[in-house]
C-alpha cells in the first residue's frame, strides 16, 4: 500500500512529477510532518501499488518524472523492482532518502534498471547527534541498537552519493530555537559535494511529536542565516 500525489510542480527539479509516498521510516524525527506515513496509523489514506502505478502510466505523457519518497523508500523490500518498474514507463526516476540504509542504496544505484536518475539526501543533524532520531520506546533505548551506527551509514551513503555520478542534493530543515544550528551545518558540510543543499524552514502542524506542535515556525531570515554559514565551504546551497 502507498500514497500517491499524482502532480507536484516542487518535487521533482525543474518538471511536473508524480509522488509515491511508501509508508514506514526506520527514524523518528520528532518535527516529521508525514505522522499517518510512518506510523500508518491511517490505513484508508493508502491506495495499493498497483492502482498507484496504473494511474502513473496513464498520466505518464503528462510527466516529466516520478519520486519516490517516503517514510523511507530504503526499507521497502522491492525498492530496486520498484524503480525499474517505473523506468518501464520511461520516466526518469528521482529517489528521496535519508542515507540510514547505504547497503540498499549501493545495490540500486549499481544496477541499471534500478539506478536513480536523481537522488535527494536529507542531512537532518550532525552525523554524531542521529542516535536521538532512532525509534525508541524508552530512555534505556535511546541510543539504539548497538549494533547500527547512523552516523557511519549517512557517511556512507553521502560518499556513494558523492561517488555516484547520478544528479544530486541536499536538503535540511532549518528547525526552531536553533535545534538544528551552525554545528550541525558545519559538522555535515564535509557530506556535501558540488549538489546543490537547499534549506526549508520548519513548520509546525502535524509533528510526529506533538510537542513540536507548540514550537514557532521557523522564519524566511533565520532560515537563510542558517543556509549562509554553509555557503564560505559550499558556494551552491
Ligand atoms: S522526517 Fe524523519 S521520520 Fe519523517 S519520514 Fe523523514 S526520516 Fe522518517
Keep these: 500500500m502507498v500514497r500517491l500525489r499524482k502532480t507536484s510542480l516542487v518535487d521533482y527539479p525543474g518538471g511536473i512529477a508524480s509522488v509515491l509516498f511508501l509508508p514506514g521510516c526506520n527514524l523518528r524525527c520528532p518535527w516529521c510532518q508525514n505522522r499517518e506515513l510512518v506510523l500508518q496509523s491511517v490505513p484508508e489514506a493508502f491506495i495499493p501499488l498497483e492502482e498507484a502505478l496504473a494511474l502513473i502510466r496513464k498520466r505518464r505523457n503528462l510527466l516529466d518524472g516520478v519520486v519516490v519518497s517516503g517514510g523511507e523508500p ?111 551545518v558545519e559538522a555535515l558540510s564535509p557530506l556535501a559535494d558540488g549538489g546543490p543543499w537547499y534549506f526549508r524552514p520548519f513548520s509546525p502542524g502535524n509533528c510526529l511529536d506533538p510537542a513540536w506542535n507548540s514550537l514557532p515556525p521557523t522564519g524566511e531570515k533565520e532560515t537563510a542565516a542558517l543556509a549562509e554559514t554553509a555557503k564560505p565551504r559550499l558556494p551552491q546551497t
Design 74 to 184: 530504503s526499507i521497502y523490500p522491492a525498492l530496486g523492482d520498484l524503480i525499474a518498474e517505473l523506468h518501464g514507463t520511461g520516466l526518469p526516476v528521482k529517489l528521496d532518502t535519508n542515507g540510514m540504509n547505504p547497503r540498499v542504496l549501493k545495490k540500486i544505484c549499481g544496477e541499471k534498471n534500478s539506478r536513480p536518475d536523481y537522488i535527494a539526501l536529507d542531512l537532518k543533524l550532525a552525523p554524531g547527534r542521529y542516535r536521538e532520531l532512532l525509534p525508541s520506546a524508552g530512555p534505556e533505548e535511546k541510543t539504539g541498537p548497538a549494533s547500527f551506527d547512523p552516523a557511519a551509514a549517512l557517511t556512507e551513503s553521502a560518499a556513494l552519493v558523492r561517488a555516484s555520478g547520478i544528479p544530486h542534493e541536499y536538503r535540511s530543515l532549518a528547525l526552531p530555537g536553533g535545534y538544528f544550528g551552525a554545528g550541525d
